[in-house]
């Protein structure tokens, strides 16, 4: 909700006589400028108080005297039963202390009888238990994208009285720098902006990439998701008509906020990719981060538990909060069914059970624009709650390639190794290929090229076929396995070609 719903929202808790109230907020800048306007509308003095300043009246230069110290602080307050607003900053790292929460509940009760309150702004405040039946939390909304379309402007009036700016950004492209910015503070976009600008000049949709790329920092400051670069884009997906179609659609809605919003469209949850190992499903999620130009992150579910044994469970929710800040973006959680195993719950105590449950609510009541991409190689082990209507858009099946498939498949292996395509029959190398997915493909080239190096001599065809002949593809050494789960799927997903 907009920044004047929260006044509205304060101001009726403050008449109500709530005399602590929590703003979560990660940003100092907004929190001031809701308090300033809350008193303002209250018709309340406003007091700020930090450590290293203490007490002061906004407006004042001076503290009170000897009010550094948080009890001190508090103790002033207390003493003189003035109607008035004080914003605590960085007060709610202090409340562990039972001194400062004891005379912290002091100073709240007066304004039981009087209008007034004490602000503690900040993220992940802990209240103790004493404290809580008289305080409440209220939490700052995220800046929408008119806020960043503000600051934008601002710093381009800024910069452009200093010097020659040259903004050649076309509405959509406007819109989708404005979408990238999301996630971050005003303060920070305004920073990123501006070094934008004065690096070169001009803003044009080069700097779309550049914003992504400031807030792929902000992800390998946190640790818990891997940044993954984005180095494939559709055309490396060969095939997969149907998931192409489905995925362009809904990308108009990122460079047309405006219009999906009229059409009540909000933005897409993600999708299932279920299929045969080396068919293409995480090339999907790095072609989709390409094509929207939005960060990818990636969640390694098998890593999960041994990575953060005792601490999964934090750690999963510290993870979807920092995909939320960074949104929008594109998170890749691969082999889910490693991380949300069915009927593993007994084994490892309950564990499973219990990040399923954490990850089914964040599907469901997501905050950020994350748009999952989530594969699965062995459907048996994917709880049923996971595969429900609902949670994903959709869910897809990939399967191995067909004969016109491979052949492209084999072109552009070929192609991205310096080796021309039409000099290789393309026709016969997929026809000895059937049953070879992507990646082996793939392989088969890269093996003989080996062959050819070793050899001195150019890659031919029958050097490839060489290589395809003594490979025995998954399709064959796991052909009952891939018979059931395309048995399976045929009438639980679509078809991605």
């Known amino acids: ?74 103790a002033f307050i207390e003493s003189s039963h003035l109607p008035a607003l004080y914003h605590l900053h960085g007060f709610g790292d202090l409340l562990a202390d039972n001194a400062v929460a004891a005379k912290l509940k002091d100073a709240a009760q007066q304004f039981g009888a009087m209008t007034g309150a004490l602000v503690l702004s900040g993220t992940g405040i802990k209240i103790p238990d004493a404290l809580a039946a008289m305080a409440t939390r209220v939490a700052l909304p995220a800046p929408d994208l008119e806020d960043y379309r503000r600051v934008l402007d601002q710093v381009i009036r800024d910069a452009g009285a200093r010097m020659r700016v040259q903004v050649t950004l076309s509405a959509d492209e406007t819109a989708q720098l404005l979408t990238n910015l999301r996630g971050v503070t005003l303060m920070e976009s305004e920073r990123i902006l501006t070094r934008l600008i004065i690096e070169d000049g001009k803003l044009d949709a080069s700097d779309i990439a550049r914003v992504v790329a400031a807030k792929r920092e902000s992800v390998a400051k946190d640790g818990i998701l891997q940044y993954v670069p984005a180095d494939a884009g559709m055309n490396d997906l060969v095939g997969l008509a149907g998931l192409k179609a489905w995925l362009a659609k809904r990308r108009l809605i990122l460079t047309e906020p405006a219009r999906a919003s009229q059409f009540g469209l909000s933005f897409p949850k993600g999708l299932l990719l279920l299929g045969v190992p080396g068919c293409g499903k995480s090339l999907c999620a790095k072609a989709v981060a390409k094509e929207w130009a939005l960060p990818l992150l990636r969640l390694d579910a098998g890593a999960l538990y041994d990575k953060y044994v005792g601490e999964t469970e934090k750690n999963f929710r510290k993870a979807m909060e920092t995909a939320e800040r960074v949104a929008p973006a594109v998170l890749w959680i691969d082999e889910v069914e490693k991380a949300f195993a069915a009927g593993g719950g007994d084994a490892d105590g309950g564990l499973s059970t219990r990040l399923l449950g954490s990850f089914l609510t964040w599907l469901q009541d997501r905050h950020g624009d994350v748009f999952v991409v989530a594969t699965a190689n062995d459907i048996e082990r994917l709880p049923a709650e996971l595969l429900r209507k609902g949670r994903f858009d959709e869910i897809f099946f990939v399967d191995l390639p067909g004969a016109a498939a491979r052949a492209a498949i084999f072109a552009l292996h070929l192609a991205k190794r310096g080796q021309p395509p039409p000099n290789f029959d393309c026709a016969a190398l997929a026809a000895a290929a059937e049953g070879f997915s992507g990646a082996e493909i793939e392989q088969a080239v890269v093996s003989a090229l080996y062959s050819a190096f070793a050899g001195h001599s150019p890659l031919t065809t029958e050097l490839i076929l060489k290589e395809v002949h003594t490979t025995r593809p998954l399709s064959q050494t796991m052909g009952d396995k891939l018979s059931a789960l395309r048995e399976w799927a045929r009438d639980k997903t679509v078809n991605a070609e």
Request: proline fraction near 7%.
């Open 1 to 74: 909700m907009p920044a004047a719903d929260v006044v509205r929202d304060l101001e009726l808790l403050i008449r109500s006589r709530y005399p602590l109230i929590l703003l979560d907020t990660p940003e100092d800048d907004r929190a001031d400028d809701v308090v300033e306007h809350l008193a303002a509308t209250l018709a309340l003095p406003l007091f700020n108080w930090t450590a290293s300043k203490g007490l002061r009246r906004a407006g004042v230069t001076t503290a009170a005297y000897d009010t550094a110290a948080p009890v001190k602080a508090l």
